[in-house]
């Protein structure tokens, strides 16, 4: 209940610090600036955090590759052993 409490006021601080009348804060340009500073940095990060999970999801292929081929090579093994053993 606090929590919902003070995300209100914090949303209506907002909107009252951007509103475009005399009795605001009138802070509209200045977020305006902050956002076209903002935006490049936010896309530096979102780009990174997409590079590192390429990367991650490229390791976890390869691993998954590698575990198949020893599986195949495990049920290849076992087929020979049990066709030597019916001999």
Known sequence: MVALIV???????????????AWSLQWWPYV?????????I???????????IGIADIKDR???????AEEAAAEKEADQKESESEN
């Open 7 to 21: 995300g209100i006021i914090f949303i209506a601080f907002a909107v009252y610090s951007v509103l475009p009348v």
């Open 32 to 40: 305006i600036d902050f956002l076209k500073g903002g935006v490049p």
């Open 62 to 68: 390869i691993e998954a590759k590698k575990e198949e």
């Open 42 to 52: 936010l896309a530096i990060f979102i780009g990174l955090i997409a590079v590192f």
